[in-house]
């Protein structure tokens, strides 16, 4: 006999306003409906009224777990089509910024993941105190702690501080040590393990045509990272590898997440060492816009939950038409793929590895 | 010769009356206690304070929290089977609170019948059946859910609890707690029988729904299981059957694993108390560490693990002490 449950809006594990309507035979589901919609905003319709850098807070609240990744992706689609060239320095200060708010956004993934997979909010309290950790580096350069708004066209508005890289250099220390404590914590508890092993597969050629990207993406055994292969800023001039698991599994986006903390790390430190002297500062924010050179532009960037994309089409002091590629949205539509077969607990495991935001979602 | 027979009738039941108060008055300061040492300690593992305001280290917090349960209004589904649900959580917490009756506390204090072990153990497992009335009697797919669960958790972890007590009892050779205890004045039962006590102590967690085996009001799955409907004063009944049971729980394990109410200088009664409070406060650490296991993994480890490791025990314990 089938059961169809309806899990959420309400849900302590739906992660905001997601809604499934889940059909169970016993314990094995056989059909998951996604319903999105509860947190649209319409944000691609509201910056069409807007002048340009107007729009840039609002870009930022799509996706609160990483603000700082969606203003650097409008800002970058607006400097291709005004046709500025971002400042040598503000291309690192940008990239510290950048890899910063990766690993709070992955961490802040790690607490709510526990808290999927039943282990109620201790991990998720350790996490959220390394990420305000974070937040508060953010804080000293930028003034705020959720939404910075601090990239502006051709550099950012607030250079570093000037004791900045003794700051991040502690900081980064601490998050190496808290990585490998938590690394052990998890991945030597067998029903971990159990919980996460071979557990809501996801073959390589599923990804692909489903257009997963990011970390779920590299989980599934595709070597494909926009950072290294449209490469922008100056991580083609640092040392970077993309993380690559092969299994597919719960356990192998937990591990890509993981590893992907570690690369950010790395990067920090080598950008920090190579940080050229000089002006950071973009352009201050005018309501009358500057000329535009190109008229259609895309332009992609690896956010933390995948890959995002803004086609744009400019006019002279708004955007005609703003169209965002989000990758929890994506993300989602392979969850259909991934829980049909699996056990209903396993749903929420597989939930939470997926990383949705559901404001990234719904827009 | 009548009058004689009446005092020491009366006698016997002004005893059995002091008792009766001491008893309860032992479970509503342990209930109360850890109530607000759970809260402290899982707290104290996530950085964070836990209750402070009400009253000094926020010791009053619990008191204040039933007196908000108790004064809500209980709302009842519609969907409810109305009978057993509002019967079935009332009923627990009695079947609960009589196994803690049917324990003794020391040599003096509390019941000792000669087979009390065997009693304690066919009562609790009624205690999943009362869960699985509770759950399915709601009407709500989550709780029904949650009933299932109930079911074949108690299929899966029964069967090698009771055969670890078997150990236990067949070492003794008797089925009396206080003859049990005083056998562990030189040495308690976990040095004797390391193997049973794992088994007893794993099978009593998932007895006492506590992580990783909580899969019954699992959170952040079923959000809260067979309590998903349940109306506030039932909550709060709901609430003193959990830590009750937990009082059960910690007792059975320090009676018959570490010992008892056997330890130097201190009454016999405190010693107990303090043993219970030190398995509560495990089983707590316990539960701000792990990740909840799966219903059909659960089931596995106890047919494959639990089960084949208690007759093990059984095995072993017949070989080397009792043969």
């Known amino acids: ?363 | 010769m009548l009058i004689g027979n009446a005092l020491i009738l009366s006698n016997g039941i002004a005893r059995l009356i002091i008792e009766v108060i001491v008893i309860f008055i032992f479970i509503v300061f342990f209930d109360y206690m850890f109530g607000w040492l759970e809260r402290k300690t899982i707290a104290k593992a996530q950085f964070r304070h836990g209750p402070t305001y009400v009253g000094k280290f926020g010791l009053f917090q619990n008191l204040a929290d039933i007196i908000k349960l108790l004064a809500k209004e209980n709302v009842m589904p519609s969907t409810a089977d109305r009978l057993v649900f509002s019967a079935a959580p009332p009923l627990l917490l009695a079947l609960i609170i009589f196994l803690v009756y049917m324990l003794p506390f020391s040599n003096t204090l509390g019941i000792s019948i000669s087979l009390g072990l065997l009693a304690v153990f066919v009562l609790l497992s009624f205690a999943p059946l009362m869960l699985f009335l509770i759950g399915a009697s709601s009407g709500n797919k989550f709780s029904a859910i949650s009933a299932q669960r109930s079911v074949i958790m108690s299929l899966s972890y029964e069967i090698p609890l009771l055969l670890a007590v078997a150990g236990v009892a067949l070492y003794a050779g008797s089925f009396n707690i206080t003859n049990i205890v005083n056998l562990q004045a030189h040495m308690p039962f976990i040095v004797l029988m390391p193997i049973g006590f794992f088994v007893f102590f794993v099978a009593m967690l998932a007895e006492l729904e506590r992580p990783p085996f909580d899969l019954r009001e699992a959170d952040s799955e079923l959000i809260a299981g067979w309590l998903v409907d349940v109306g506030s004063p039932y909550y709060a009944i709901a609430l003193f059957v959990d830590y009750t049971r937990m009082f059960l729980g910690s007792l059975l394990i320090s009676l018959l694993f570490l010992s008892g109410w056997i330890g130097p200088y201190l009454p016999q009664v405190i010693w107990l108390l303090i043993k219970a409070f030190i398995v509560a406060i495990v089983i707590v650490v316990i539960r701000a560490t792990t990740v909840r296991m799966r219903i059909d993994r659960l089931m596995r480890f106890g047919w494959f693990w639990l089960l084949p490791l208690s007759i093990f025990n059984i095995i072993l314990t017949f070989l080397l002490f009792v043969r």
């Open chain 1, 1 to 363: 006999m089938l059961t169809k449950i309806n899990v959420g809006p309400i849900h302590p594990s739906t992660h905001g306003v997601l809604r499934l309507v889940v059909t169970l035979d016993g314990d094995t589901i056989v059909n998951v409906e996604p319903h999105i919609g509860f947190l649209h905003r319409g944000v691609e319709k509201l910056a069409e009224n807007r002048m340009y850098m107007q729009n840039e807070s609002y870009m930022e609240k799509i996706d609160y777990a990483a603000p700082m990744a969606y203003s650097d992706l409008y800002v970058a689609a607006l400097e291709e089509a005004m046709g500025i060239q971002t400042k040598e320095r503000a291309k690192y200060v940008r990239l510290i910024l950048l890899e910063f708010q990766r690993i709070a956004s992955h961490l802040l993934w790690l607490g709510t993941f526990c808290n999927d997979l039943g282990q109620m909010f201790t991990m998720f309290m350790w996490t959220m105190k390394d990420r305000d950790l974070i937040l508060n580096l953010l804080q000293d350069v930028t003034g705020s702690r959720m939404f910075y708004v601090n990239m502006r066209l051709g550099g950012v508005s607030i250079d570093l501080p000037p004791n900045f890289e003794e700051h991040a250099k502690k900081l980064l220390d601490y998050l190496e040590k808290r990585l490998k404590e938590y690394e052990v914590y998890l991945e030597k508890n067998p029903i971990f393990i159990e919980r996460t092993k071979n557990v809501g597969t996801l073959k390589r050629n599923d990804a692909i045509e489903l257009g997963v990207t990011g970390p779920v993406l590299r989980a599934s055994g595709v070597n494909f990272d926009v950072r290294r292969d449209y490469s922008y800023y100056v991580y083609d001039k640092l040392h970077f590898i993309p993380q690559v698991q092969t299994r597919g599994d719960v356990f192998a986006r937990y591990r890509v997440r993981m590893l992907e903390m570690r690369e950010s790390i790395k990067l920090i430190r080598d950008a920090l060492k190579s940080m050229p002297e000089g002006d950071a500062l973009g352009m201050p924010v005018k309501l009358i816009s500057p000329p535009v050179k190109e008229s259609e532009v895309k332009v992609r960037r690896e956010l933390p939950r995948g890959e995002g994309m803004i086609f744009m089409v400019a006019d002279k002091q708004r955007p005609y038409r703003l169209s965002i590629r989000a990758p929890a949205f994506i993300n989602l539509s392979s969850l259909r793929q991934i829980a049909i077969g699996e056990r209903y607990a396993d749903l929420f495991a597989i939930l939470g590895s997926l990383d949705l935001v559901m404001a990234d979602v719904d827009r």
